[in-house]
């Protein structure tokens, strides 16, 4: 039987639609897939984070204790990326994100992704601007949620 069969592959999804099935086999060996299993902490608030989680399926709850009350940030679902902000910053996570039901991630760190960016710089440029709309899209989101407070 053929190992391609077992092997895991990253999706063009999300912020690796732009990317081909070579380019996206090459980022999968910079970094791991990993399984979550559901009610199990992928990132826990206020731990160190250093990388980045792409959702190959699942989907996980984000969510932040503010005065001794759990507050929900909002859902992460298959395509989506988690931990995009400190993978540019590395710092401590600002929420915690839980897996809802089984789900799969490929996870890279900062320094594997500094070294994919230098040894395949276009198909980079292309993962780096996903994560920038990414940013962008839930920066937009939480400025709307501000914004609605006050209206």
Not at 37 to 58: C, D, K, P, R
Not at 61 to 67: E, F, I, Q, V
Not at 89 to 107: G, K, L
Not at 111 to 134: D, R
């Amino acid at each position: 039987m053929s190992d391609t069969l077992n092997t895991p592959r990253l999706p063009g999804l999300g912020i690796l639609q732009p990317l081909g099935d070579e380019d996206r086999d090459i980022l999968s060996g910079y970094g791991e897939f990993r399984p979550v299993q559901a009610g199990q902490h992928l990132i826990e608030e206020g731990m160190t984070q250093n990388g980045v989680y792409f959702v190959i399926s699942g989907k996980f709850h984000a969510s932040s204790t503010r005065g001794g009350h759990k507050v929900l940030l909002g859902a992460v679902e298959t395509g989506e990326t988690i931990g995009e902000i400190n993978v540019l910053d590395p710092s401590v996570a600002s929420a915690t994100v839980t897996a809802r039901e089984f789900s799969q991630v490929w996870f890279i760190d900062s320094k594997s992704l500094e070294t994919y960016i230098n040894e395949y710089p276009g198909p980079a440029a292309w993962l780096l601007i996903g994560i920038g709309k990414t940013i962008a899209r839930r920066l937009r989101a939480v400025n709307e949620k501000i914004a609605s407070l006050y209206s």
